[in-house]
């Protein structure tokens, strides 16, 4: 099938593909012709329109169109598909296809018109690796496409084709699934078989070990990007590592990140250290057992079978490793060697023979002590001849000399060195025959030393001047030193208007001034110094070497283990090669000298302390260290017992007569008692025993050891007290007061009244009754005691008068009581005072409203009593309607009003009056008839002019005081 592109020569599919993306961070490319290229193809992120037609790779079109959307739908082939690259935010992910032009190809019917479409994971073509597709048919002009099954962050490409080389024109647009993608930040960390972390955690690992590091908690990225130490490491879903230097901390980052988005780098800190490495004792063996070797015991690099010291590395599953040492001794029969090196000698006669090339001969030699001696000659041959050539600088970069041999074999050596020298001085070592670059003037010579065997022959060569070049030689103040040291850097040579560089891997250096410069390594090795310069195009470097030996360590002394009689120690070795040995100082008097621990100092007393120095003997530029220990030897050994019969504390009135003491011990033994109240018996008497602490000591021998135990009792004084009480004043008071004196017993106090506990001994505010007293001191000793607090009898009051009455008519009130005498009488009316004196027996009340009534008596110490009544007020009324009124100005009954039957207000909701023809004359709304009121109502006018005498009709509403509305009609009679 065909998509519809013949010879290329027109487009047959159009399509423009709109993504609806909300809130998204990230910006889609605008270039309208995107790169094709499958892992720089631009991806939708958010919001953005594209054009099509896009086509695949060439180097990917095979692969696509054979290996996608295989299966039962498709009915037809894929070829030149348009594809358009994505990453979902979700996992549920709905496309829709809307088909605008829809035509079958030129050389088939309409009805073979159709499209087909699929979806692929990422840039991996591979067969069955299409996510969804549909390779049928398909005339549908809306095609709905929904996925469950994708990955936020990952990036997938959607293509379509026309089927059978139909021609279509589309829109392809996304319905959700892509938009608000973030990728999550990087907070947990799992290192396998270590554990997991959270960021910015600090893990601690083996020095050389492999470690798998992966994310945790991040789903929606496509994968990870991993640095370590600010350098990237690889682009992948998890990071393998391998940690070689120690005593420094690694920092391994991750950034999770799709084709959209990245997040933020999380941390997490490896702090790597070495296995301490271990020492085997020496194996002594026999020359002839070596023939079937030996396996010294604890030793795991399996048979050993040459002498000497062996050292195995011990390899962990994950990398990590320590070494072992062991050293085998044998004695074997003595065999000399004696070497003969001849430097350009073309032969030698030995025993009548002559040699021209290298020979070896042995001879046997009998002593007296009946051991034989092999003596083997060895003769070696080394020729060099050769010169030192000079070449100007090398097209204006830099000058060289060289070395040139002459019928120089290097398969007849093993090695050779060439000591360059600048005026007879030497300067440099190399292992080759040039030497680049030459950085000042002078004569040159070269000393060249070839190696054989482990010998050697040196030949001097000719000199050669170099003219002015630009100079980096360098001098070092030292090229040994100690980790915690640092070296200065002289240029030989210093030029201001010359360029130099300065380095050193693993270094960090610092300007002096001058050409002067320091540098410092923060791990020990071996570093190469280089300095480079640039004058008039003319380059020129040098490089020097420096150790960096590592410090040694302090050798921790511990106690390993001790008797009564001796104790045992141990250190910490230093695996730093500047180790020489170890002394040991016994209470500041030296010792012995050893190579490792542990060591036993034996013959000490029972519990007898010495004091351990070790002190680490350096034999290089780093200064050795000490560290001590305290040791004690074993005193005897501890016996338990336990003193029993008497308790830690007692108060004083709870002491018996007396106590018997008595013990429990794990050991038979001799007891003794002594102390101020307890005799030879461990009799404890009430009468020896004083106030406070009293000590009860027991000697216990076991054997030769005297154990001493000892225990006390504290005897607390008891507690007394004395009180005072007042009593109730008034019947309805609760005034009664109580106060307590402690006398005796150890403060602070805590009272309690029945059951109440109270901070302050005098206590107001207390009712009549009966109350229980307990006072206890800070040391739990209480004493108790009670009393009782009495109230006066109540008097009688009462208000005399009645409690339902009319309005607005006079009522009396009276008080009634079995009081002698009063001090006073105070009336209330709705908590209003109405009368107070002691001559108010009554008062007299014309009630408005509903009211209350109450009477205060009071008498002797500011005591009174009390009683109240509520009265209620019937405000029921009738209302009374004139029937004649003469409105001609005489002040008598002008006006047409209504007055209530017992004197009550009246709320008149609305008054009407009409004439007998129905015309309404007058109107008044809400307003109140008082009794006082006498010219409210109507005037019997109407619009300002008088009406005439007759018969009017009124209607009238009245408002109760309970809501109700009562209506009145009927006839008013108006006379002049």
């Known amino acids: 099938m065909k998509l519809g592109f013949k010879e290329f020569n027109r487009i047959i599919i159009t399509g423009f593909l709109l993504v609806f993306m909300y809130g998204f961070a990230f910006s889609q490319g605008s270039s309208p012709q995107p790169d094709t290229i499958c892992s720089h193809a631009d991806v939708f992120c958010d919001s953005a329109s594209m054009v099509g037609p896009w086509t695949l790779p060439k180097d990917l079109i095979n692969n696509i169109t054979q290996s996608v959307c295989t299966g039962s739908t498709v009915t037809g082939n894929f070829d030149n598909q348009l594809f358009f690259p994505f990453v979902p935010s979700s996992n549920d992910v709905e496309f829709e296809i809307i088909i605008q032009n829809l035509q079958a190809d030129a050389s088939k019917p309409p009805t073979e018109a159709g499209y087909q479409w699929g979806i692929v994971d990422g840039c991996d073509f591979t067969s069955n690796n299409y996510i969804l597709c549909d390779g049928s048919k398909i005339q549908d002009p809306v095609t709905t496409i929904h996925g469950t099954n994708f990955k936020p962050g990952h990036t997938y490409y959607f293509y379509i084709d026309g089927y059978s080389g139909s021609e279509v024109t589309f829109r392809l647009r996304v319905l ?72 420094v901390v690694y920092k391994v980052e991750a950034q999770g990140y799709t084709d959209c988005a990245s997040s933020p780098f999380g941390a997490l800190y490896f702090q790597v250290d070495t296995i301490a490495d271990e020492k085997l004792k020496d194996t002594i063996v026999c020359a002839n057992d070596l023939s079937g070797g030996v396996n010294p015991y604890g030793w795991l690099g399996g048979v050993i079978n040459k002498d000497g010291i062996s050292r195995f590395k011990v390899v962990y599953p994950n990398g990590c490793y320590h070494w072992q040492q062991v050293r085998v001794i044998k004695k074997i029969e003595p065999i000399v060697s004696v070497d003969s090196v001849l430097c350009n000698s073309i032969s030698v006669v030995f025993g009548g023979e002559t040699f021209t090339r290298d020979t070896t001969k042995q ?41 040139i041999p002459d019928n120089f074999n290097a398969n007849d050596f093993d090695s050779l060195k060439v000591n360059w020298l600048r005026n007879n001085l030497p300067f440099t070592e190399t292992k080759t025959f040039e030497l680049y670059p030459i950085s000042l003037t002078g004569t040159y010579s070269a000393i060249v030393t070839v190696y054989k065997n482990n010998r050697s022959c040196s030949f001097d060569l000719n000199d050669v001047i170099i003219t002015e070049i630009p100079n980096a030689a360098f001098s070092l103040n030292t090229d040994l030193i100690c980790e915690t040291d640092s070296i200065v850097l002289s240029l030989n040579n210093y030029i201001n208007n010359v360029s130099y560089n300065i380095s050193s891997p693993g270094s960090s250096s610092q300007s002096l001034g001058n050409g002067k410069y320091k540098l410092k390594w923060n791990t020990p090795g071996v570093y190469s110094v280089k300095v480079e310069t640039d004058f008039n195009g003319c380059k020129s470097d040098y490089i020097s070497q420096v150790i960096v ?31 020489e040995e170890y002394e040991v100082w016994i209470n500041g008097a030296f010792y012995k000298k050893l190579n490792s621990g542990p060591e036993a100092i034996t013959g000490l007393n029972y519990g007898e302390e010495v004091k ?109 007290f004395d009180f005072s009480i007042t009593d109730i004043s008034c019947y309805d008071s609760s005034d009664g007061s109580f106060s307590l004196n402690p006398v005796q017993g150890s403060p602070d106090f805590t009272l309690t009244l029945n059951g109440k506990s109270y901070s302050d001994f005098k206590i107001n505010g207390l009712a009549s009754g009966n109350y229980n007293v307990e006072l206890k001191d800070s040391k739990g000793c209480t004493a108790k005691s009670s009393f009782s607090l009495i109230k006066p009898d109540k008097l009688f009051v009462e208000i005399n008068g009645e409690d339902k009455v009319n309005f607005n008519q006079a009522y009396t009130y009276f008080v009634e009581s079995d009081f002698d005498e009063v001090d006073s009488i105070t009336w209330y009316l709705n908590d209003s005072i109405i009368c107070s004196n002691r001559f108010c027996d009554s008062v007299k009340i014309i009630p408005a409203d509903d009211f209350n009534l109450c009477v205060e008596l009071f008498y002797g110490q500011d005591c009174k009593v009390e009683d109240c009544i509520d009265v209620r007020v019937n405000k029921d009324f009738d209302v009374y309607v004139p029937n004649v009124f003469t409105p001609n100005f005489d002040s008598v009954n002008d006006f047409f009003r209504i007055k209530s039957t017992n004197g009550v207000e009246v709320n008149v909701k609305t008054m009407q009056i009409f004439d007998r023809w129905g015309e309404l004359l007058y109107k008044k709304d809400n307003f109140v008839y008082g009794n006082n009121e006498e010219y409210v109502g109507w005037d019997g006018r109407f619009h300002e002019k008088l009406s005439p005498p007759g018969v009017y009709v009124y209607y009238i509403e009245i408002l109760k005081e309970n809501g109700d509305i009562t209506r009145l009609a009927g006839d008013i009679t108006l006379l002049r």
């Open 176 to 247: 959700k699934g892509i938009g608000n993608l973030k990728v999550d930040h990087v907070d947990y960390f799992n290192v396998e078989g270590v554990g997991e972390y959270f960021a910015n955690d600090t893990v601690k690992v083996c020095h050389n070990g492999i470690f798998k590091i992966a994310v945790e908690g991040v789903n929606n990225a496509a994968s990870f990007i991993w640095q370590v130490d600010g350098k990237k490491e690889n682009s992948d879903t998890s990071l393998i590592y391998r940690f070689k230097n120690t005593g």
């Open 363 to 403: 001879m046997i030699y009998s002593t007296p002590i009946g051991c034989d001696s092999i003596v083997n000659y060895r003769f070696y041959f080394m020729r060099f001849n050769g010169s030192v050539s000079q070449l100007e600088c090398f097209n204006g970069t830099s000058y060289m000399i060289k070395v």
């Open 549 to 579: 030996k590592k410090e040694l360590d302090l050798p921790v002394v511990s106690c390993v283990k001790s008797t009564n009689t001796s104790v045992e120690f141990d250190w910490i070795d230093s695996d730093s090669d500047c180790l």
């Open 612 to 720: 351990i120095t070790v002190k680490a003997i350096s034999d290089c530029v780093c200064p050795g260290k000490i560290d001590s220990a305290v040791c004690k030897a074993l005193p005897c050994p501890e016996r338990k017992l336990e003193i029993t019969g008497i308790p830690k504390q007692i108060c004083e009135d709870q002491l018996p007569d007396y106590f018997q003491l008595g013990y429990k011990s794990d050991t038979a033994g001799t007891p003794a008692w002594s102390g101020s109240a307890v005799d030879n018996g461990g009799k404890l008497s009430k009468s020896k025993l004083k106030i406070g602490e009293n000590f009860v000591y027991l000697e216990y021998r076991i054997g030769e050891c005297i154990y001493n135990f000892d225990t006390s009792i504290t005897v607390f004084p008891s507690v007394k």
